[in-house]
T-cell receptor
Framework: GDSVTQMEGPVTLSEEAFLTINCTYT??????LFWYVQYPGEGLQLLLK?????DKGSNKGFEATYRKETTSFHLEKGSVQVSDSAVYFC???????????FGTGTRLTIIP | EADIYQTPRYLVIGTGKKITLECSQT?????MYWYQQDPGMELHLIHY???????EKGDLSSESTVSRIRTEHFPLTLESARPSHTSQYLC??????????????FGNGTRLTVT
């Protein structure tokens, strides 16, 4: 079956630091890829997406590029803020079984 | 801005009680899902539905049941709650006609504690 592997957390960074959260996937065919964010006490919100190879998704200063050759979709941000503290989930959508498979989540804490 | 609503947000209940977690969406989405989120954050799909009168078991076995009598409504029921059911339950929906590009929309969740 499909699987998504995320960088284990928790991750703690200082404000304005550079962020990378690694994500790799195993899936049949060419899935659509997503990053979701979960703020404390809330559900998941879509952060960004990419639907084909070499697409770059971006939102709120975050970016991720669909790399088919390395089956990766790493999340990056050049300068993090305290408000970015949350849990981040990588996901892969498989058209064949119509399911979205999530990684285990990475908790990010930004300290002032 | 939530177009998918879950009630209650928090529920503390004793062992053996029957409970129903409500989930409604106003987007006309065909697909709806229930995820269980454990304290370690990992999400487990426990039920999903492709439309009215369609329900399927997810990847994680669950003692809960679901129904889909109306497009907008996808309640989850536990006939007899146990402490092992303590968790956060997240409801989600998506547009079946644009699955490749249409992500799941999540509610804010119900945090269930069974004492």
């Amino acid at each position: 079956g499909d699987s998504v592997t995320q960088m284990e957390g928790p991750v703690t960074l200082s404000e304005e630091a550079f962020l990378t959260i690694n994500c790799t996937y195993t899936a049949t065919g060419y899935p659509s890829l997503f990053w979701y964010v979960q703020y404390p006490g809330e559900g998941l919100q879509l952060l960004l997406k990419a639907t084909k190879a070499d697409d770059k998704g971006s939102n709120k200063g975050f970016e991720a590029t669909y790399r088919k050759e390395t089956t990766s979709f790493h999340l990056e941000k050049g300068s993090v803020q305290v408000s970015d503290s949350a849990v981040y989930f990588c996901g892969a959508y498989n058209f064949g079984n119509e399911k979205l498979t999530f990684g285990t989540g990475t908790r990010l804490t930004i300290i002032p | 801005e939530a177009d998918i609503y879950q009630t209650p947000r928090y529920l503390v209940i004793g062992t053996g009680k029957k409970i129903t977690l409500e989930c409604s969406q106003t987007m006309g989405h065909d697909k709806m899902y229930w995820y269980q989120q454990d304290p370690g954050m990992e999400l487990h799909l426990i039920h999903y539905s492709y439309g009215v009168n369609s329900t399927e078991k997810g990847d994680l076995s669950s003692e809960s049941t679901v129904s889909r009598i109306r497009t907008e409504h996808f309640p989850l029921t536990l006939e007899s709650a146990r402490p092992s059911h303590t968790s956060q339950y997240l409801c989600a929906s998506s547009d079946a006609s644009h699955s490749y590009n249409s992500p799941l929309h999540f509610g804010n969740g119900t945090r269930l504690t069974v004492t």
